[in-house]
């Protein structure tokens, strides 16, 4: 077994359970946001593009402590706590955010539970116009959905409420 990768913050989920089977139980028991990996649609999307350091965000812990743990079920050395190599998804309201500007709000609750929640919010902000403001509400962070829309040029905000999560996502305009 000395032949599997190391585990680290960017190993993406889907490869750690195909890596290292024996990690599941541990990783769905470190937090309740996980057990959405025994669905087996939910498993294969979502556990394909999202990696450790995500859903450590997802989860609620330290992306370090995720991962020393699933290290040390595996008899690997920890890795030392890197702080600047986390992501804050969460932040005070930025100078663009308007709630009059929220043209379309989806509810997680409300949509496909075997579709990932970035996948109609993709569709959704797409056909949004310049200034325009499209929210996701969800009962978990959507860490790997909002990597994905940062990539793709649009500013977020990630707020928290009660156990409710609002992403706001900003069509910002062209040029």
């Given at each position: 077994m000395a032949d599997r990768p190391p585990?680290?913050?960017?190993t993406r989920v889907a490869a750690l359970l195909r890596d290292?089977?024996?990690?599941?139980?541990?990783?769905?028991?470190?937090?309740p946001a996980f057990t959405k990996l025994r669905n087996p649609v939910l498993r294969r999307s979502v556990a394909r593009v999202a990696t450790l350091g995500q859903a450590a965000a997802v989860g609620r812990i330290?992306?370090?402590?995720l991962?020393?743990?699933?290290?040390?079920a595996v008899g690997q050395d920890p890795i030392r706590d890197d702080d600047?190599?986390?992501?804050?998804?969460?932040?005070?309201?930025?100078?663009?955010?308007?709630?009059?500007?929220v043209v379309t709000v989806?509810?997680?609750?409300?949509?496909?539970?075997?579709?990932?929640?970035?996948?109609p919010l993709l569709r959704v902000v797409?056909?949004?116009?310049?200034g325009q403001i499209a929210e996701l509400v969800t009962s978990h962070l959507p860490a790997p959905g909002i990597?994905?829309?940062?990539?793709?040029?649009?500013?977020?905000?990630?707020?928290?409420d009660d156990q409710t999560i609002r992403t706001f996502v900003l069509k910002e305009p062209a040029g």
């Open positions: 585990i680290t913050k960017d290292y089977p024996e990690t599941e139980e541990l990783l769905i028991g470190m937090s330290p992306a370090t402590v991962v020393n743990e699933l290290r040390a600047e190599d986390s992501v804050d998804y969460f932040g005070v309201q930025p100078e663009w955010f308007d709630p009059e500007l989806l509810r997680d609750d409300e949509l496909d539970p075997d579709v990932m929640p970035i996948n797409k056909d949004l116009e310049d990597d994905i829309l940062r990539r793709k040029g649009y500013s977020t905000w990630t707020t928290e």
